[in-house]
Protein backbone atom coordinates (compact mmCIF):
# COMPACT_ATOMS: atom_id res chain seq x y z
CA UNK A 1 0.00 0.00 0.00
CA UNK A 2 1.30 3.64 -0.81
CA UNK A 3 2.57 5.69 1.51
CA UNK A 4 -0.52 8.25 -0.04
CA UNK A 5 -3.15 5.50 0.75
CA UNK A 6 -1.81 4.47 4.25
CA UNK A 7 -2.16 8.50 5.09
CA UNK A 8 -5.48 9.07 3.89
CA UNK A 9 -6.45 5.40 5.50
CA UNK A 10 -5.33 6.70 8.39
CA UNK A 11 -6.78 10.05 8.06
CA UNK A 12 -10.61 8.39 7.64
CA UNK A 13 -10.56 5.97 10.12
CA UNK A 14 -9.71 9.18 12.92
CA UNK A 15 -12.40 11.16 10.62
CA UNK A 16 -15.01 8.41 11.64
CA UNK A 17 -13.50 6.94 14.61
CA UNK A 18 -16.94 8.32 16.69
CA UNK A 19 -18.81 5.79 13.99
CA UNK A 20 -17.66 2.79 15.43
CA UNK A 21 -19.23 3.11 18.78
CA UNK A 22 -22.37 4.50 17.30
CA UNK A 23 -22.89 1.35 14.93
CA UNK A 24 -20.82 -0.78 17.11
CA UNK A 25 -22.41 0.10 20.61
CA UNK A 26 -26.47 -0.10 19.60
CA UNK A 27 -26.27 -2.97 17.65
CA UNK A 28 -23.90 -5.01 19.94
CA UNK A 29 -26.28 -4.28 23.10
CA UNK A 30 -29.13 -5.20 21.30
CA UNK A 31 -27.40 -8.45 19.76
CA UNK A 32 -26.38 -9.09 23.50
CA UNK A 33 -29.65 -8.45 24.58
CA UNK A 34 -31.33 -11.34 22.38
CA UNK A 35 -28.93 -13.57 23.67
CA UNK A 36 -28.95 -12.55 27.26
CA UNK A 37 -33.05 -13.21 26.77
CA UNK A 38 -32.95 -16.64 25.11
CA UNK A 39 -32.50 -18.92 27.81
CA UNK A 40 -36.09 -17.58 29.58
CA UNK A 41 -38.11 -17.47 26.48
CA UNK A 42 -36.33 -20.51 24.97
CA UNK A 43 -39.54 -22.86 25.28
CA UNK A 44 -41.83 -20.37 24.14
CA UNK A 45 -40.66 -19.75 21.71
CA UNK A 46 -40.53 -22.93 20.37
CA UNK A 47 -44.23 -23.65 20.45
CA UNK A 48 -44.48 -20.51 18.93
CA UNK A 49 -42.37 -21.01 16.04
CA UNK A 50 -44.14 -24.81 15.38
CA UNK A 51 -47.36 -22.50 14.41
CA UNK A 52 -45.28 -20.69 11.94
CA UNK A 53 -46.01 -21.71 8.23
CA UNK A 54 -43.67 -23.30 6.33
CA UNK A 55 -42.74 -20.50 3.92
CA UNK A 56 -42.43 -17.66 6.65
CA UNK A 57 -39.74 -19.53 8.53
CA UNK A 58 -38.00 -20.58 5.48
CA UNK A 59 -37.66 -16.96 4.21
CA UNK A 60 -36.69 -15.72 7.26
CA UNK A 61 -33.94 -18.11 8.01
CA UNK A 62 -35.89 -19.35 11.25
CA UNK A 63 -36.04 -22.96 10.78
CA UNK A 64 -36.00 -23.66 14.42
CA UNK A 65 -34.92 -22.04 17.23
CA UNK A 66 -33.42 -24.87 19.45
CA UNK A 67 -30.51 -22.96 20.44
CA UNK A 68 -28.89 -19.14 20.73
CA UNK A 69 -26.77 -19.14 17.68
CA UNK A 70 -30.53 -20.00 15.70
CA UNK A 71 -32.35 -17.16 17.61
CA UNK A 72 -29.20 -14.46 16.81
CA UNK A 73 -29.71 -15.41 13.30
CA UNK A 74 -33.23 -14.90 13.24
CA UNK A 75 -33.40 -12.01 15.03
CA UNK A 76 -29.85 -9.84 14.38
CA UNK A 77 -27.86 -11.18 11.62
CA UNK A 78 -30.75 -12.56 9.12
CA UNK A 79 -32.08 -8.54 8.70
CA UNK A 80 -31.20 -6.16 11.16
CA UNK A 81 -27.14 -6.27 11.20
CA UNK A 82 -26.39 -6.97 7.24
CA UNK A 83 -28.62 -3.71 6.46
CA UNK A 84 -27.79 -1.41 8.86
CA UNK A 85 -24.08 -2.87 8.21
CA UNK A 86 -24.44 -2.28 4.25
CA UNK A 87 -25.71 1.27 5.02
CA UNK A 88 -23.08 1.90 7.49
CA UNK A 89 -20.55 0.74 4.48
CA UNK A 90 -22.09 3.01 1.89
CA UNK A 91 -21.88 6.17 4.29
CA UNK A 92 -18.59 5.05 4.94
CA UNK A 93 -17.48 5.09 1.47
CA UNK A 94 -19.48 8.50 1.08
CA UNK A 95 -18.18 10.26 3.16
CA UNK A 96 -14.85 10.19 1.75
CA UNK A 97 -15.78 10.96 -1.75
CA UNK A 98 -19.07 12.59 -1.98
CA UNK A 99 -18.61 14.53 1.44
CA UNK A 100 -14.94 15.43 0.67
CA UNK A 101 -16.57 16.93 -2.47
CA UNK A 102 -19.13 18.66 -0.45
CA UNK A 103 -16.90 20.33 2.39
CA UNK A 104 -14.14 21.43 -0.10
CA UNK A 105 -11.60 18.51 0.99
CA UNK A 106 -11.22 16.95 -2.53
CA UNK A 107 -10.38 19.74 -3.75
CA UNK A 108 -7.47 20.90 -1.13
CA UNK A 109 -6.83 16.75 -1.29
CA UNK A 110 -5.93 16.85 -5.29
CA UNK A 111 -4.03 19.96 -4.86
CA UNK A 112 -1.70 17.26 -4.12
CA UNK A 113 0.15 14.66 -6.39
CA UNK A 114 -2.56 12.06 -6.03
CA UNK A 115 -4.20 10.52 -8.60
CA UNK A 116 -7.93 10.48 -8.19
CA UNK A 117 -8.19 6.16 -7.91
CA UNK A 118 -5.85 6.69 -4.54
CA UNK A 119 -8.68 8.82 -3.38
CA UNK A 120 -11.44 5.88 -3.96
CA UNK A 121 -9.41 3.31 -2.85
CA UNK A 122 -8.20 4.65 0.38
CA UNK A 123 -12.20 5.26 0.93
CA UNK A 124 -12.35 1.99 0.17
CA UNK A 125 -10.08 0.53 2.51
CA UNK A 126 -10.91 2.57 5.39
CA UNK A 127 -14.24 1.27 5.04
CA UNK A 128 -13.28 -2.10 5.05
CA UNK A 129 -11.75 -1.50 8.23
CA UNK A 130 -14.47 0.24 9.45
CA UNK A 131 -17.05 -2.54 8.83
CA UNK A 132 -14.46 -5.14 10.26
CA UNK A 133 -14.39 -2.51 13.50
CA UNK A 134 -18.15 -2.14 13.96
CA UNK A 135 -18.55 -5.71 13.31
CA UNK A 136 -16.09 -6.65 16.42
CA UNK A 137 -17.60 -4.33 18.73
CA UNK A 138 -20.94 -6.01 17.87
CA UNK A 139 -19.63 -9.30 18.27
CA UNK A 140 -17.76 -8.84 21.12
CA UNK A 141 -21.00 -7.21 23.30
CA UNK A 142 -23.23 -10.21 21.92
CA UNK A 143 -20.31 -12.41 23.30
CA UNK A 144 -20.35 -10.91 26.61
CA UNK A 145 -23.78 -10.48 26.53
CA UNK A 146 -23.95 -14.06 26.37
CA UNK A 147 -21.42 -14.51 29.22
CA UNK A 148 -23.29 -12.77 31.47
CA UNK A 149 -26.33 -14.30 31.07
CA UNK A 150 -25.19 -17.65 30.55
CA UNK A 151 -26.81 -18.15 27.30
CA UNK A 152 -24.02 -20.58 26.36
CA UNK A 153 -23.34 -18.75 22.75
CA UNK A 154 -20.55 -20.28 20.90
CA UNK A 155 -17.79 -17.82 20.34
CA UNK A 156 -16.72 -18.94 17.26
CA UNK A 157 -19.65 -19.88 15.83
CA UNK A 158 -20.65 -16.12 16.45
CA UNK A 159 -17.95 -15.01 15.64
CA UNK A 160 -17.89 -16.75 11.93
CA UNK A 161 -21.61 -15.34 11.33
CA UNK A 162 -20.98 -11.74 12.64
CA UNK A 163 -17.71 -12.28 10.07
CA UNK A 164 -19.93 -13.35 7.34
CA UNK A 165 -21.67 -9.93 7.00
CA UNK A 166 -18.46 -8.13 6.33
CA UNK A 167 -18.09 -9.10 2.42
CA UNK A 168 -22.24 -8.46 2.40
CA UNK A 169 -21.56 -4.78 3.64
CA UNK A 170 -18.04 -4.20 1.46
CA UNK A 171 -19.94 -5.11 -1.43
CA UNK A 172 -22.94 -1.85 -0.74
CA UNK A 173 -19.33 0.42 -0.34
CA UNK A 174 -18.25 -1.02 -3.93
CA UNK A 175 -21.71 0.56 -5.28
CA UNK A 176 -21.14 3.59 -3.29
CA UNK A 177 -18.40 4.09 -5.29
CA UNK A 178 -19.64 3.56 -8.44
CA UNK A 179 -22.51 5.71 -7.41
CA UNK A 180 -19.51 8.75 -6.76
CA UNK A 181 -18.58 8.18 -10.36
CA UNK A 182 -22.82 9.48 -11.44
CA UNK A 183 -23.24 12.15 -8.30
CA UNK A 184 -21.76 13.94 -6.02
CA UNK A 185 -23.91 14.20 -3.71
CA UNK A 186 -24.17 12.43 -0.97
CA UNK A 187 -27.88 12.17 -0.51
CA UNK A 188 -27.68 10.77 -3.88
CA UNK A 189 -25.42 7.78 -3.32
CA UNK A 190 -26.57 7.13 0.24
CA UNK A 191 -30.37 7.15 -1.08
CA UNK A 192 -29.43 5.01 -4.23
CA UNK A 193 -27.54 2.73 -2.56
CA UNK A 194 -29.22 2.07 0.17
CA UNK A 195 -32.57 1.72 -2.08
CA UNK A 196 -30.69 -1.28 -3.98
CA UNK A 197 -29.75 -2.16 -0.69
CA UNK A 198 -33.28 -2.98 0.58
CA UNK A 199 -34.24 -4.27 -3.10
CA UNK A 200 -32.12 -6.80 -3.01
CA UNK A 201 -33.07 -8.02 0.46
CA UNK A 202 -36.56 -7.99 -0.92
CA UNK A 203 -35.64 -9.95 -4.38
CA UNK A 204 -34.39 -12.49 -2.32
CA UNK A 205 -37.12 -12.97 -0.07
CA UNK A 206 -39.58 -13.05 -3.13
CA UNK A 207 -37.29 -15.81 -4.30
CA UNK A 208 -37.58 -17.58 -1.07
CA UNK A 209 -41.03 -17.27 -0.70
CA UNK A 210 -42.20 -18.34 -4.25
CA UNK A 211 -40.14 -21.14 -5.49
CA UNK A 212 -41.08 -20.34 -9.25
CA UNK A 213 -39.49 -16.90 -8.74
CA UNK A 214 -36.09 -18.32 -7.03
CA UNK A 215 -34.37 -17.56 -10.51
CA UNK A 216 -34.63 -13.32 -9.10
CA UNK A 217 -32.19 -14.56 -5.95
CA UNK A 218 -29.05 -14.51 -8.33
CA UNK A 219 -29.78 -10.61 -8.55
CA UNK A 220 -29.20 -10.49 -5.02
CA UNK A 221 -25.99 -10.89 -3.21
CA UNK A 222 -28.16 -11.95 0.01
CA UNK A 223 -28.49 -15.02 -1.64
CA UNK A 224 -24.53 -15.70 -1.27
CA UNK A 225 -25.11 -14.83 2.45
CA UNK A 226 -25.80 -18.04 3.91
CA UNK A 227 -26.16 -18.82 7.83
CA UNK A 228 -22.65 -18.81 8.85
CA UNK A 229 -23.73 -19.28 12.63
CA UNK A 230 -24.78 -22.40 11.95
CA UNK A 231 -23.56 -23.43 8.90
CA UNK A 232 -20.03 -21.79 9.36
CA UNK A 233 -18.45 -19.38 6.45
CA UNK A 234 -18.68 -20.64 3.07
CA UNK A 235 -15.28 -19.81 1.73
CA UNK A 236 -16.09 -19.68 -1.91
CA UNK A 237 -19.50 -16.89 -1.37
CA UNK A 238 -16.94 -14.78 1.18
CA UNK A 239 -13.97 -14.69 -1.25
CA UNK A 240 -16.61 -14.43 -3.84
CA UNK A 241 -18.62 -11.54 -3.06
CA UNK A 242 -15.71 -9.61 -1.59
CA UNK A 243 -13.73 -9.80 -4.81
CA UNK A 244 -16.52 -8.40 -6.03
CA UNK A 245 -17.00 -5.78 -3.86
CA UNK A 246 -13.13 -5.09 -4.94
CA UNK A 247 -14.32 -5.36 -8.76
CA UNK A 248 -17.00 -2.83 -7.94
CA UNK A 249 -14.96 -0.72 -6.24
CA UNK A 250 -12.10 -0.41 -8.91
CA UNK A 251 -15.22 0.35 -11.58
CA UNK A 252 -15.85 3.14 -9.25
CA UNK A 253 -12.04 4.25 -9.01
CA UNK A 254 -12.45 4.53 -12.96
CA UNK A 255 -15.52 5.81 -13.34
CA UNK A 256 -14.16 9.10 -10.47
CA UNK A 257 -11.30 9.61 -12.74
CA UNK A 258 -13.16 10.51 -15.45
CA UNK A 259 -15.81 12.84 -14.09
CA UNK A 260 -15.64 16.19 -13.55
CA UNK A 261 -15.72 18.07 -10.02
CA UNK A 262 -17.42 20.80 -11.22
CA UNK A 263 -17.69 23.35 -8.14
CA UNK B 1 13.19 26.82 -12.24
CA UNK B 2 12.87 26.96 -16.12
CA UNK B 3 12.13 29.06 -19.21
CA UNK B 4 8.80 26.96 -19.84
CA UNK B 5 5.79 28.76 -19.11
CA UNK B 6 4.25 28.17 -15.79
CA UNK B 7 0.75 27.85 -17.92
CA UNK B 8 0.28 27.73 -21.75
CA UNK B 9 -3.73 27.35 -22.38
CA UNK B 10 -4.68 26.93 -26.21
CA UNK B 11 -8.15 27.28 -27.28
CA UNK B 12 -9.12 26.65 -23.91
CA UNK B 13 -12.90 25.40 -23.53
CA UNK B 14 -15.14 23.74 -21.35
CA UNK B 15 -18.99 23.37 -21.65
CA UNK B 16 -21.80 22.43 -19.68
CA UNK B 17 -24.38 20.66 -21.96
CA UNK B 18 -26.04 23.79 -22.91
CA UNK B 19 -24.47 26.27 -20.80
CA UNK B 20 -21.24 28.69 -21.59
CA UNK B 21 -18.09 27.52 -19.35
CA UNK B 22 -15.26 29.02 -20.81
CA UNK B 23 -14.49 29.32 -24.88
CA UNK B 24 -11.16 29.40 -26.46
CA UNK B 25 -9.04 30.75 -23.69
CA UNK B 26 -5.61 31.02 -24.61
CA UNK B 27 -3.10 32.74 -22.84
CA UNK B 28 0.47 32.24 -21.11
CA UNK B 29 1.83 32.59 -17.11
CA UNK B 30 5.80 32.99 -17.52
CA UNK B 31 8.11 31.90 -14.51
CA UNK B 32 8.49 34.51 -12.02
CA UNK B 33 5.36 36.22 -13.36
CA UNK B 34 2.51 37.45 -10.95
CA UNK B 35 -0.91 36.76 -13.46
CA UNK B 36 -4.42 38.59 -12.38
CA UNK B 37 -7.17 36.72 -13.72
CA UNK B 38 -9.95 39.31 -13.34
CA UNK B 39 -13.76 39.07 -13.98
CA UNK B 40 -16.78 39.07 -12.22
CA UNK B 41 -18.72 35.96 -10.99
CA UNK B 42 -19.93 33.33 -13.28
CA UNK B 43 -17.57 34.92 -15.95
CA UNK B 44 -15.33 31.70 -16.34
CA UNK B 45 -12.66 31.98 -13.59
CA UNK B 46 -13.05 29.09 -11.28
CA UNK B 47 -14.08 26.94 -14.39
CA UNK B 48 -10.92 27.93 -15.52
CA UNK B 49 -9.19 27.32 -13.05
CA UNK B 50 -10.43 23.93 -12.39
CA UNK B 51 -9.74 23.12 -15.47
CA UNK B 52 -6.30 23.46 -15.26
CA UNK B 53 -6.32 21.89 -12.06
CA UNK B 54 -7.89 18.95 -13.76
CA UNK B 55 -10.33 18.70 -11.54
CA UNK B 56 -13.12 19.20 -14.60
CA UNK B 57 -11.62 18.05 -18.26
CA UNK B 58 -12.15 20.60 -21.01
CA UNK B 59 -14.30 19.96 -23.91
CA UNK B 60 -11.35 20.95 -26.29
CA UNK B 61 -8.29 23.03 -26.26
CA UNK B 62 -5.12 22.40 -24.18
CA UNK B 63 -3.42 23.50 -20.95
CA UNK B 64 -0.04 22.82 -20.23
CA UNK B 65 1.82 23.00 -17.07
CA UNK B 66 5.21 23.01 -17.50
CA UNK B 67 5.47 22.12 -20.50
CA UNK B 68 3.54 19.09 -18.97
CA UNK B 69 -0.34 18.07 -20.23
CA UNK B 70 -2.69 19.32 -17.61
CA UNK B 71 -4.82 16.02 -18.38
CA UNK B 72 -2.31 13.43 -18.57
CA UNK B 73 0.36 14.44 -16.22
CA UNK B 74 -2.00 16.31 -13.93
CA UNK B 75 -0.13 14.44 -10.51
CA UNK B 76 3.18 15.62 -12.06
CA UNK B 77 1.89 19.00 -12.15
CA UNK B 78 0.20 18.72 -8.85
CA UNK B 79 3.39 18.32 -7.15
CA UNK B 80 4.94 21.41 -8.32
CA UNK B 81 1.75 23.49 -7.68
CA UNK B 82 -0.11 25.05 -4.54
CA UNK B 83 -3.94 25.59 -5.16
CA UNK B 84 -6.20 27.92 -2.69
CA UNK B 85 -9.79 26.67 -3.67
CA UNK B 86 -12.16 29.52 -3.86
CA UNK B 87 -13.98 28.25 -1.86
CA UNK B 88 -11.66 26.71 0.71
CA UNK B 89 -12.60 23.84 2.96
CA UNK B 90 -11.24 20.75 4.70
CA UNK B 91 -14.18 19.44 7.01
CA UNK B 92 -15.13 21.22 10.27
CA UNK B 93 -13.20 19.07 12.93
CA UNK B 94 -10.05 18.81 11.19
CA UNK B 95 -7.51 21.32 12.91
CA UNK B 96 -5.34 23.48 10.25
CA UNK B 97 -2.48 21.53 11.80
CA UNK B 98 -3.82 18.15 11.18
CA UNK B 99 -4.30 19.34 7.41
CA UNK B 100 -0.86 20.37 7.35
CA UNK B 101 0.08 16.72 8.85
CA UNK B 102 -2.04 15.15 5.77
CA UNK B 103 -0.82 17.34 3.10
CA UNK B 104 2.82 16.80 3.93
CA UNK B 105 2.23 12.87 4.08
CA UNK B 106 0.52 12.94 0.80
CA UNK B 107 3.63 15.28 -0.81
CA UNK B 108 6.13 13.33 0.90
CA UNK B 109 7.53 16.09 2.55
CA UNK B 110 8.52 17.58 6.47
CA UNK B 111 6.80 21.02 6.01
CA UNK B 112 5.83 21.32 9.45
CA UNK B 113 8.53 23.96 9.80
CA UNK B 114 7.19 26.03 6.88
CA UNK B 115 4.07 26.11 7.91
CA UNK B 116 4.58 27.31 11.61
CA UNK B 117 6.16 30.54 10.48
CA UNK B 118 3.50 31.23 7.70
CA UNK B 119 1.26 30.37 11.04
CA UNK B 120 3.35 32.99 12.94
CA UNK B 121 3.19 35.66 9.69
CA UNK B 122 -0.38 35.41 9.60
CA UNK B 123 -1.22 34.40 13.12
CA UNK B 124 -3.21 31.45 12.60
CA UNK B 125 -4.37 29.12 14.84
CA UNK B 126 -3.46 25.72 13.80
CA UNK B 127 -4.71 23.68 16.52
CA UNK B 128 -8.26 24.39 16.54
CA UNK B 129 -10.53 22.83 14.04
CA UNK B 130 -11.87 24.63 11.30
CA UNK B 131 -15.04 24.84 12.34
CA UNK B 132 -14.53 27.09 15.23
CA UNK B 133 -12.57 29.71 13.03
CA UNK B 134 -14.20 32.40 11.37
CA UNK B 135 -13.66 32.97 7.79
CA UNK B 136 -10.62 34.75 7.75
CA UNK B 137 -8.75 32.50 9.69
CA UNK B 138 -9.90 29.80 7.81
CA UNK B 139 -8.44 31.66 4.92
CA UNK B 140 -5.05 32.13 6.86
CA UNK B 141 -5.21 28.16 6.97
CA UNK B 142 -5.59 27.76 3.02
CA UNK B 143 -2.94 29.95 2.37
CA UNK B 144 -0.56 28.62 4.78
CA UNK B 145 -1.80 24.53 3.02
CA UNK B 146 -1.45 26.14 -0.64
CA UNK B 147 2.32 27.87 -0.22
CA UNK B 148 3.74 25.48 2.95
CA UNK B 149 5.84 23.53 0.40
CA UNK B 150 7.46 26.26 -1.70
CA UNK B 151 5.29 24.98 -5.28
CA UNK B 152 6.63 26.61 -8.35
CA UNK B 153 3.32 27.99 -9.18
CA UNK B 154 0.54 28.86 -7.28
CA UNK B 155 -3.20 28.71 -8.11
CA UNK B 156 -5.30 31.53 -5.76
CA UNK B 157 -8.87 32.11 -5.91
CA UNK B 158 -9.87 34.87 -4.28
CA UNK B 159 -7.24 34.66 -2.24
CA UNK B 160 -8.23 37.47 0.49
CA UNK B 161 -11.49 36.47 1.15
CA UNK B 162 -12.57 37.31 4.32
CA UNK B 163 -8.52 38.34 5.59
CA UNK B 164 -8.32 41.95 7.39
CA UNK B 165 -6.30 44.74 5.89
CA UNK B 166 -3.43 44.00 8.04
CA UNK B 167 -3.39 40.49 6.98
CA UNK B 168 -3.66 41.20 3.25
CA UNK B 169 -0.85 43.12 3.57
CA UNK B 170 0.81 40.45 4.42
CA UNK B 171 -0.22 38.33 1.74
CA UNK B 172 0.62 40.53 -0.83
CA UNK B 173 4.53 40.90 0.89
CA UNK B 174 4.13 36.82 0.56
CA UNK B 175 3.19 37.26 -3.11
CA UNK B 176 6.03 39.39 -3.69
CA UNK B 177 8.30 37.14 -2.12
CA UNK B 178 7.18 33.96 -4.20
CA UNK B 179 7.76 35.64 -7.08
CA UNK B 180 11.33 37.15 -5.88
CA UNK B 181 11.88 33.06 -5.53
CA UNK B 182 10.96 32.70 -8.73
CA UNK B 183 7.51 31.32 -8.53
CA UNK B 184 4.49 32.22 -11.02
CA UNK B 185 1.47 33.32 -9.18
CA UNK B 186 -2.04 32.72 -10.80
CA UNK B 187 -4.38 35.32 -8.88
CA UNK B 188 -8.13 35.30 -9.66
CA UNK B 189 -9.24 38.08 -7.85
CA UNK B 190 -12.24 40.67 -7.72
CA UNK B 191 -9.58 43.14 -5.63
CA UNK B 192 -8.52 45.17 -7.88
CA UNK B 193 -6.58 47.02 -6.08
CA UNK B 194 -4.53 44.48 -4.86
CA UNK B 195 -4.47 42.91 -8.64
CA UNK B 196 -2.87 46.63 -9.45
CA UNK B 197 -0.37 46.19 -6.76
CA UNK B 198 0.90 42.96 -6.99
CA UNK B 199 0.41 41.90 -10.75
CA UNK B 200 2.49 42.19 -13.71
CA UNK B 201 -0.28 41.40 -16.29
CA UNK B 202 -3.72 40.67 -16.41
CA UNK B 203 -6.12 38.85 -18.28
CA UNK B 204 -9.65 40.18 -17.97
CA UNK B 205 -12.62 37.51 -18.83
CA UNK B 206 -15.96 38.11 -19.66
CA UNK B 207 -18.77 35.93 -20.43
CA UNK B 208 -16.22 32.90 -20.74
CA UNK B 209 -14.08 34.37 -23.44
CA UNK B 210 -10.67 36.58 -22.96
CA UNK B 211 -11.16 40.49 -23.81
CA UNK B 212 -7.93 41.22 -23.05
CA UNK B 213 -4.52 40.12 -21.70
CA UNK B 214 -1.76 43.17 -20.74
CA UNK B 215 0.66 44.28 -18.92
CA UNK B 216 -1.17 46.23 -16.25
CA UNK B 217 0.80 49.62 -16.87
CA UNK B 218 0.09 49.25 -20.46
CA UNK B 219 -3.70 48.86 -20.15
CA UNK B 220 -3.90 51.33 -17.73
CA UNK B 221 -1.80 53.64 -20.81
CA UNK B 222 -4.41 52.62 -23.59
CA UNK B 223 -6.87 53.65 -20.73
CA UNK B 224 -9.05 56.72 -21.97
CA UNK B 225 -7.60 59.50 -19.44
CA UNK B 226 -10.19 62.15 -18.11
CA UNK B 227 -9.85 66.10 -18.49
CA UNK B 228 -10.83 68.79 -16.71
CA UNK B 229 -10.03 72.27 -17.97
CA UNK B 230 -10.75 75.73 -17.40
CA UNK B 231 -10.32 78.14 -20.16
CA UNK B 232 -10.38 82.49 -19.86
CA UNK B 233 -13.06 82.04 -23.12
CA UNK B 234 -15.68 79.62 -22.68
CA UNK B 235 -15.98 79.72 -26.27
CA UNK B 236 -13.05 77.44 -27.17
CA UNK B 237 -14.35 74.71 -25.29
CA UNK B 238 -17.11 73.77 -28.02
CA UNK B 239 -13.98 72.82 -30.30
CA UNK B 240 -13.01 70.06 -28.19
CA UNK B 241 -16.45 68.36 -29.97
CA UNK B 242 -14.48 68.16 -33.25
CA UNK B 243 -11.12 66.32 -32.03
CA UNK B 244 -11.16 62.48 -32.71
CA UNK B 245 -10.74 60.94 -29.33
CA UNK B 246 -12.72 63.23 -27.42
CA UNK B 247 -15.57 61.98 -25.55
CA UNK B 248 -18.18 62.60 -22.82
CA UNK B 249 -17.63 66.27 -22.97
CA UNK B 250 -19.63 68.72 -20.44
CA UNK B 251 -19.38 72.08 -20.10
CA UNK B 252 -20.49 74.06 -17.45
CA UNK B 253 -19.16 77.78 -17.72
CA UNK B 254 -15.99 78.25 -18.29
CA UNK B 255 -15.12 74.64 -17.23
CA UNK B 256 -15.14 71.51 -19.26
CA UNK B 257 -15.19 67.87 -18.51
CA UNK B 258 -14.41 65.22 -20.92
CA UNK B 259 -12.39 61.45 -22.01
CA UNK B 260 -9.60 61.43 -24.29
CA UNK B 261 -8.06 58.58 -25.53
CA UNK B 262 -5.21 56.87 -27.58
CA UNK B 263 -2.87 59.99 -29.10
CA UNK B 264 -3.88 63.33 -27.04
CA UNK B 265 -1.46 65.42 -29.80
CA UNK B 266 -4.77 66.62 -31.08
CA UNK B 267 -6.01 67.57 -27.54
CA UNK B 268 -2.88 69.07 -26.44
CA UNK B 269 -2.44 71.20 -29.34
CA UNK B 270 -6.20 72.65 -29.44
CA UNK B 271 -5.54 73.49 -25.87
CA UNK B 272 -2.87 75.40 -26.67
CA UNK B 273 -4.48 77.70 -28.71
CA UNK B 274 -6.13 79.13 -26.10
CA UNK B 275 -5.46 80.97 -22.39
CA UNK B 276 -5.73 77.60 -20.06
CA UNK B 277 -6.54 78.57 -16.59
CA UNK B 278 -6.09 75.01 -15.22
CA UNK B 279 -6.09 71.69 -16.38
CA UNK B 280 -6.00 68.20 -14.40
CA UNK B 281 -5.52 64.84 -16.27
CA UNK B 282 -6.18 61.64 -14.26
CA UNK B 283 -5.24 58.03 -15.49
CA UNK B 284 -8.15 55.71 -14.19
CA UNK B 285 -7.79 52.94 -12.03
CA UNK B 286 -7.54 49.60 -12.61
CA UNK B 287 -11.06 48.67 -11.46
CA UNK B 288 -12.28 51.67 -13.53
CA UNK B 289 -10.55 50.16 -16.31
CA UNK B 290 -12.34 46.69 -15.54
CA UNK B 291 -15.55 48.40 -15.49
CA UNK B 292 -15.10 49.84 -18.91
CA UNK B 293 -14.62 46.65 -20.45
CA UNK B 294 -18.40 45.66 -18.66
CA UNK B 295 -19.88 49.13 -19.33
CA UNK B 296 -18.83 48.67 -23.63
CA UNK B 297 -20.39 45.04 -22.93
CA UNK B 298 -23.55 45.82 -21.71
CA UNK B 299 -23.99 48.92 -24.63
CA UNK B 300 -23.78 46.31 -27.02
Not at chain 1, 237 to 262: I, M, Q
Request: glycine share 12%; aromatic share 8%; net charge negative.
Amino acid sequence: MSAQVRALVATHLYDRRRSVLAWGLPLGLMSAFIVAIFPSVEESLSKAIQGYPQGLKEAFGIGELSNVEQYLHAEMLSLIVPLAMGYLAVRAVASGLTGAAESGRLDVLLSAPLSRARVVAAGFLATAIELAEVLLVTGFLCGLGSLLAGAGLDAGRAAEGFADVWPLALLFAGFGAIAAGFSLRTSVVTGSVAGLLVAMYVIDLVGRLDTSLSGLRYFSVFKYYGNAIEDGIEPVAFLGVTLAACALAALGAWLFERRDLAA
Amino acid sequence: MTDVAAIETEALSKRYGRHRGIEDLSFEVRPGEVFGFLGPNGAGKTTTIRTLLDLIHPTSGSARIFGLDSRRDSVAIRARIGNLPGDFGFGRETPGGEAVRLLSRLRGIDGSARAAELAQRFRADLDRPLGQLSRGNRQKIGLILATFHRPELLILDEPTGGLDPLMQEEFLALIAEERERGAAVFLSSHELDEVQRVCDRVAIIRDGRLVAVERIDDLLGKARRRFTVELRDPAGLERLRSIPGVAELEIAGSRATFTAGGDLDSVVRELAGHHVVDLEATRPSLEQVFLGYYDEDEAG
